[in-house]
């Protein structure tokens, strides 16, 4: 198993329902690619990141895809160097770049202009 991919093992299972019901849900017209931070002290993982410049200092950090109003449609858990963008059709982006075609993806091609923020 991959380094990476067993950091988050066990949670994995809970976070592929939880995208998927995400990813069910229509999306709205503008979108916005960031990144936000879930809460955690824990030191286990290995996965953590600290920034202390911020009001959430110790967390993981999640990418997200999401609507005007607030809603994610799409999202992923960074746990180190991402392995698995090396074997995708954008693998020539820069990293930045990557991470908004990983997250944007699973939009429809057919819905008519989609604002990407």
């Not at 939880?18 to 017209?29: F, G, I």
């Not at 990141?49 to 994610?72: C, D, E, H, I, T």
């Amino acid at each position: 198993m991959e380094e990476n991919a067993s950091k988050l093992a066990k949670v994995q299972p809970v976070i592929d329902i939880v995208r998927e019901q995400c990813l069910k849900v229509s999306p709205e017209e503008s979108h916005s690619v960031d990144k936000q931070i879930i809460p955690a002290t824990t030191k286990f993982s290995g996965i953590w990141q600290y920034n202390p410049k911020k009001p959430v200092k110790w967390g993981f950090k999640n990418l997200v895809r999401v609507g005007a109003s607030g809603f994610m449609y799409d999202f992923y858990i960074y746990a180190g160097k991402d392995e698995d963008m090396d074997n995708v059709d954008f693998k020539d982006l820069q990293k930045s770049s990557q991470v908004v075609a990983r997250l944007c993806q699973h939009l429809p091609s057919h819905s008519g202009p989609l604002i990407v923020l």
